[in-house]
């Protein structure tokens, strides 16, 4: 499985960006997706995933109620629409594919096989 990640940029607080994520290599119907993030010096954390089907979404507490993820299987494409962006938000995102897991959408970065390259989102304060 392929991952392209895109749409990352520099962003002034309060603005929107769209992260996208196109994947190949696989059905992509076929494995949940999620979207870690690394800001400078820090870890790498979970900011949000959806299953297979889009039918289960989660998110972590510091972006619940201003991203949302969502899928378009027809077009093998995975969204992350980034609301009241603020600058702690500022990091690599990155989006990653769960291959082997079930029918929901894992919080955590082993569950996932794949990786896409990373799209760097700046927020301006």
């Known amino acids: 499985v392929q991952l392209q990640a895109s749409g990352g940029g520099l962003v002034q607080a309060g603005g929107s960006l769209r992260l996208s994520c196109v994947a190949s290599?696989?059905?992509?119907?076929?494995?949940?997706m999620g979207w870690f993030r690394q800001a400078p010096g820090g870890e790498r954390e979970f900011v949000s995933a959806?299953?297979?089907?889009?039918?289960?979404?989660r998110y972590a507490d510091s972006v619940k109620g201003r991203f949302t993820i969502s899928r378009d299987n027809a077009k093998n494409t995975v969204y992350l629409q980034m609301n009241s962006l603020k600058p702690e938000d500022t990091a690599v995102y990155y989006c990653?594919?769960?291959?082997?897991?079930?029918?929901?959408?894992?919080?955590?970065?082993?569950?996932?096989?794949?990786w896409g390259q990373g799209t760097l989102v700046t927020v301006s304060s």
């Open positions: 290599g696989r059905p992509f119907s076929s494995y949940a």
């Open positions: 959806i299953s297979r089907s889009g039918s289960i979404t």
């Open positions: 990653a594919a769960d291959l082997y897991g079930g029918l929901g959408a894992p919080r955590v970065g082993f569950e996932y096989n794949y």
